[in-house]
C-alpha cells in the first residue's frame, strides 16, 4: 500500500516548546491518520526528525510498503538522502532511528518541499504546542 506522509516539527525558541505534526493519506490524496504531539523542549531539528518518525511508525503500523515522505526540512531531508553529513550529536540517534525505519518499506522517496506546501502538519505540529 502507497502512503504520502508530511511531516513538520517546530520549537518555540529554538530550543524551546516544541511540537509534531504529520499527514498520512493514501495515494488518491484521501487522509488516513494525523498526528498532533507536543514533545516537550527541543530543537526544531530534533521535532523535525521526532516527527519523521511518529509518521514512519504509525505508516507501518498501517501497512504501508510505498512510502513518499515530504517535509519542508531541506536539512533532514538531505541527510536522509546521504547529501549533507550529520554533524549534530543530538541529531545522531534521530538519524539512525528514522533510517533503520526507512528500511522496513519496500520503497521510499524523499522530497523536500516549500512551507507553503506542508500547511496542514505545519498546522497540526502549531496547534499542538498552543
Same mark, same amino acid.
Request: no cysteine.
Given at each position: !500500500?502507497?502512503?504520502? @506522509? #508530511? ?6 525558541? &529554538? ?7 504529520? +499527514?498520512? %493519506?493514501?495515494?488518491?490524496? %484521501? !487522509?488516513l491518520a494525523t =498526528? ?6 527541543? +530543537? &526544531?531539528n530534533v521535532a ?9 511508525? *504509525?505508516? $507501518? %503500523? !498501517?501497512?504501508?510498503? @510505498? =512510502?513518499? @515522505? ?5 536539512? !533532514? ?7 549533507? $553529513?550529520? *554533524? ?10 528514522? +533510517?533503520?525505519?526507512?528500511? $522496513?518499506?519496500?520503497?521510499?522517496s524523499l522530497k523536500? =518541499?516549500?512551507?507553503?506546501? #506542508? ?6 505540529? #502549531?496547534?499542538?504546542?498552543?
Amino acid at each position: !500500500m502507497k502512503l504520502i @506522509i #508530511n511531516t513538520d516539527g517546530l520549537s518555540k525558541g &529554538n530550543p524551546g516548546t516544541a511540537a509534531i505534526g504529520a +499527514t498520512i %493519506k493514501d495515494e488518491h490524496g %484521501k !487522509m488516513l491518520a494525523t =498526528i498532533s504531539q507536543r514533545i516537550g523542549i527541543t +530543537t &526544531n531539528n530534533v521535532a523535525e526528525y521526532k516527527a519523521l518518525i511518529a509518521a514512519l511508525q *504509525k505508516a $507501518k %503500523k !498501517m501497512g504501508g510498503t @510505498i =512510502i513518499e @515522505i515530504r517535509a519542508d526540512s531541506e536539512l !533532514m531531508i538531505r541527510q536522509l538522502s546521504g547529501r549533507y $553529513k550529520i *554533524k549534530s550529536e543530538g541529531l545522531k540517534p534521530l538519524y539512525i532511528e528514522a +533510517t533503520q525505519l526507512l528500511m $522496513k518499506f519496500e520503497t521510499v522517496s524523499l522530497k523536500h =518541499i516549500p512551507r507553503e506546501l #506542508n500547511a496542514e502538519a505545519d498546522k497540526l505540529a #502549531n496547534d499542538a504546542v498552543r
